[in-house]
């Protein structure tokens, strides 16, 4: 079981673009080359973003990314959600559906202890990644590595 | 992200071998049969709990497999991780090394928050999955589908 990559790329373009003064958009082929990433797959996880209301793009050339709406307001999970979509890593087969003379009244996923387990994992799981936001993620990337902000800032101004 | 289907398939099987009676092994194909599911995949992966410690194979013609410990001491952890890998979900790919002039020194696997987050949450998913056993979903079951263990055993033993 493996989460893709880009869900790294999304939060540190998300804490990026936390950093950028409000009206200004950030270059998503400017953001590959300064994480030396794959721009076109970059700039696809954007969109998933944009999709799920995470991010707004604007167009035309000081265009790009940003945040749509407060960093406070955009968890980690919201991201995860946004690419890898919002299934449960576990979906009950009902496998107990398919034995000899089943209990056809009975929904399985709800009743077995199986099923009930991997959900409140992946429950617990969520919980987490809801917890930290992009504003506490920005706010902990200055505190640990100072030089960063400004050297991403820098890098990353519109021209 | 998704959780291959021969996780269910695993832990139900498991469960049908604490049933079992000591001694016994559970014939795969007769198990894949039980639960409609192909004959072959359900064999590899019990083949993967063999390898795990969780299940023991025994050859010839009343083979199959049994629980290599009691079903007290096999989690739903147990089985997830013989069947999807040790490996966490989420791999630090470190892009904050990435950038110009990066802080060679800093191990961002440790000290990046956005590996810290992912890391807390897949800690908190092993543990909801630790905290249940075969045992106890074999427990479960006898409660809330009486008739099935009876059926399974009935259907499974060895003639």
Sequence with gaps: MKMGRGVEWAVHSCVNMAW???GE????ARLAEYYKLPAAYLNKQLQFLVRAGVLASVSGPRGGFH???RPENITVLDIVLALEGPEPAFRCGAILGNVPEPDLQENFARTCLVSQTMRQAELAWRQALARQTIAGIADSMERRFPADKLKALTYLAVE
Tied chains: 1, 2.
Excluded: E, G
């Design 25 to 28: 958009a950030v270059n998503s």
């Design 67 to 69: 945040l749509a709406r």
């Design 20 to 22: 950028t003064p409000a």
